[in-house]
C-alpha cells in the first residue's frame, strides 16, 4: 500500500500524549517516525496503565505505533551530536520541552534552522511560550478547567468534569499533524520549513465550538445538558423498558415521525409549542416529561427498529469493550492484531473470531 508521506522522516522528541499522537499520526499516512526516549525512565507513559510486557504499557502503545523508539541522552554533547545528526536527515521534528529546554541543549529552532533550513520544528506546550505563562508545564485536567471545558460537561446538578479521554491532549496532536501537513505543503512550493508553536491551552479553547460562542452572544456560561443537545430537542440518551439508546431528533419532520409513528402521541406534534425546534427548546422539559415516560414502555430493539423505520438517527449505548469487539468494529476491519515481541498476542486473542485482512 501506497502512503502519502512515504519518504518522509520524523524526529520525535516529544513525550506523553500531544506530541506522540502528533508524531503517531504522521506515522500512519506513512512517515518513518524516529522516537528519542531518555535511557534510564523513557516516555513516562511506559509506567502507566494496564502493562504490556516488561517496559510498555497500553497507554504507551496506543500513541506510539508506527515508530522506531532510540533512546538518547540528550543532556550529553554525544547524545546532543546524534540528535543534530538525525536532523540533517529527516523532515520535521517535533517536541514537547519547556520553553526554552531544547535552547539550552542546542537543538532550539533557530540553530537547528541554521543546520537545516528546509527543517519543519513543531513545538507543543501547555502555554503561549512567548507568553507570561511560557514556562508552565501542561496538564490536559488542568487546560480542561482553564478552557472552560469542564464547566460545560456533566449534568446541572453535578460539579464540572472532565471528558473521559484527555480530549485536549488528542486535540491539540491532531492541530499539530495538521499544521505539519499544511508546512510540508507550502515547503513543496517555498523550499523553505517553518516553525510550528502549538499550544494546549489555546487548542482547549478552540474546541468550546459553539458553545464557547453562545458563551460570547449570552455574556454567561452557557447551561449544562449532560447527555442532552444544548440546542436540539429530543436529542440525547433515553432510557427504554430495559436499557439506555441514543436517540436523535434532527428536524421539525424527524419529530413529527417521532412523535405519531414511533411513540404514537399525535397530540405532541399537533401542539404549536412542538411543532418547530426553537418551541421544543423553549418548552424542553415539558416535552421531555411527556416522551421520556412513553420511551420506558418499549424495549429497546423494538424502539430502534421503530426510529430506524421512521428515518430517526438512533443507536444503543455500549460499554467501551462491547463496542471495540462488535461486529461493526470487526466488519469495519478497525481492530489488527499483532504479536508483540514479548508479550505474545493479546489475551482476547484466543477467544477473537477470525477477522480477514483488507489483501485476503
Known amino acids: 500500500m501506497h502512503l502519502p508521506l512515504q519518504g518522509v522522516r520524523v524526529l520525535d522528541l516529544s513525550r506523553v500524549l500531544a506530541g506522540p499522537w502528533c508524531a503517531m499520526v504522521l506515522g500512519d499516512f506513512g512517515a518513518e517516525v524516529i522516537k528519542i526516549e531518555h535511557p534510564r525512565r523513557g516516555d513516562d507513559t511506559r509506567d502507566w496503565g494496564a502493562r504490556v510486557g516488561e517496559t510498555e504499557t497500553a497507554y504507551f502503545n496506543s500513541v506510539n505505533r508506527n515508530k522506531r523508539s532510540v533512546t538518547v541522552n540528550l543532556q550529553t554533547e554525544a547524545g546532543q551530536r546524534i540528535v543534530r545528526e538525525l536532523v540533517q536527515q529527516s523532515d520535521v521534528l517535533v ?76 486535540f491539540t496532536g491532531m492541530y499539530a499533524a495538521q499544521a505539519v501537513l499544511a508546512a510540508l505543503y507550502e515547503r513543496t512550493r517555498t523550499g523553505r520549513g517553518r516553525h510550528i508553536e502549538m499550544a494546549l491551552y489555546d487548542c482547549g479553547l478552540m474546541i468550546s465550538a459553539y458553545y ?85 414502555r418499549y424495549p429497546r430493539d423494538w424502539l ?3 426510529l430506524a423505520d421512521a428515518g430517526i438517527p438512533c443507536g444503543e449505548v455500549l ?25 505474545g498476542l493479546p489475551p482476547f486473542w484466543a477467544r477473537a473470531r477470525p477477522m480477514c485482512c483488507a489483501s485476503c
Open 95 to 170: 517536541q514537547n520541552f519547556k520553553a526554552g529546554g531544547l535552547d539550552k541543549l542546542g537543538l532550539g529552532y533557530e540553530q537547528l534552522k541554521a543546520l537545516k533550513p528546509e527543517l519543519i520544528y513543531c513545538s507543543i506546550s501547555g502555554y503561549d511560550r512567548s507568553g507570561p505563562e511560557a514556562a508552565r508545564p501542561g496538564y490536559d485536567l488542568v487546560i480542561q478547567g482553564e478552557a472552560g471545558l469542564m464547566a460545560i460537561n456533566g449534568e446541572p446538578q453535578q460539579q464540572p468534569l472532565k471528558f473521559g479521554v484527555a480530549a485536549v491532549d488528542m
Open 212 to 296: 464557547g460562542l453562545e458563551a460570547l452572544q449570552l455574556q454567561k456560561d452557557p447551561p449544562r445538558y449532560g447527555n442532552a443537545h444544548p440546542s436540539i430537542v429530543p436529542y440525547g440518551v433515553f432510557d427504554s423498558a430495559d436499557g439506555p439508546l441514543v436517540i436523535t431528533v434532527g428536524n421539525n419532520l424527524q419529530f413529527e415521525r417521532f412523535a405519531r409513528e414511533v411513540i404514537e402521541r399525535p397530540d405532541l406534534a399537533d401542539d404549536e409549542r412542538f411543532k418547530t425546534n426553537a418551541g421544543r427548546s423553549a418548552h424542553r422539559d415539558r416535552l421531555l416529561a411527556a416522551i421520556e415516560p412513553e420511551l420506558r
Open 304 to 306: 430502534l427498529r421503530r
Open 319 to 343: 460499554g467501551l469493550h462491547e463496542a471495540l469487539t462488535s461486529d461493526r468494529t470487526r466488519t469495519g476491519q478497525l481492530l489488527h492484531h499483532y504479536a508483540h515481541p514479548v508479550a
